[in-house]
Each structure stands twice: as structure tokens, then as C-alpha cells.
């Protein structure tokens, strides 16, 4: 008796159809905890921050990312946004990475520590 079993070439297409990308993304929790940051920082010279949205042109998906003013500067000075299942915190005055973190609350304490960091933060 003889079995043929399908080649790599053959299953390859059904597995990659299959495999969904996990990718970090703002949820209502992470607004929220924005707001909570900003206002607990506004005395420590953090201005503004706002959630935008960059649709990229090869594809039809949208990513949002976070802009963040500091009172010494009218341009954003950091952005966050997501990078896989991470967070990544540019220099935006500078255009240079400043680090990437596991959740988008250590992001924002990278920036100014005006909240505590909860051990069970997850994404």
C-alpha cells in the first residue's frame, strides 16, 4: 500500500491563510488610561495627546498611534504606537526610537512617571 502525502508546496497556501498576525491596537482601556495619564501629568509639563489614524496606502488597513504635547513645544514631541504585540515610543522632535515596551502604559511612564505601573498590565 502505498499513501501519498501532500508536499510542503501543496499545504504551505492553506497554512498561511489560516495564520492571523496578533498585532497591538488601542482599546477603550487604553484611552482611558490616557486620559488618567494626561491629566495626572499636566502638572509635570505634559500639554495634550491625541489617538490618530494612519491608513497606509498599500493596504487597506488603518493604525493608530498616539501623539504627545509637552508645554515647551508647539510639534508633538513623542509618538506611541504599536509594533506587533509591542509598543514603540519615538522622539518625535528628534525622529529616533527611544525604546520599546511590552505595554502601552510603560510607554507613557517612559515619558513622564505620574502613574503607577500595575504588575497585571497586559498589551
Do not use: K
Not at 482599546?27 to 502638572?43: C, I, M, N, T, V
Not at 489617538?51 to 504627545?68: C, G, P, Q
Not at 508645554?71 to 527611544?98: C, F, K, T
Amino acid at each position: 500500500m502505498h499513501l501519498s502525502l501532500p508536499s510542503f508546496e501543496q499545504t504551505a497556501p492553506c497554512l498561511a491563510a489560516n495564520v492571523i498576525p496578533f498585532r497591538a491596537g488601542f482599546l477603550p482601556r487604553h484611552r482611558e488610561y490616557l486620559s488618567r495619564w494626561l491629566e495626572a501629568g499636566l502638572s509635570m509639563g505634559l500639554f495634550d495627546a491625541d489617538i490618530e489614524m494612519d491608513r497606509y496606502a498599500e493596504a487597506s488597513e488603518s493604525v493608530s498611534y498616539v501623539l504627545v504635547w509637552v508645554r515647551e513645544n508647539a510639534d508633538p514631541a513623542y509618538m506611541v504606537r504599536p509594533q506587533g504585540n509591542r509598543w514603540l515610543l519615538i522622539d518625535q522632535l528628534r525622529g529616533h526610537s527611544l525604546g520599546v515596551y511590552t505595554s502601552f502604559e510603560q510607554a507613557l511612564h517612559t515619558i513622564r512617571p505620574v502613574l503607577p505601573l500595575s504588575e497585571t498590565v497586559a498589551a
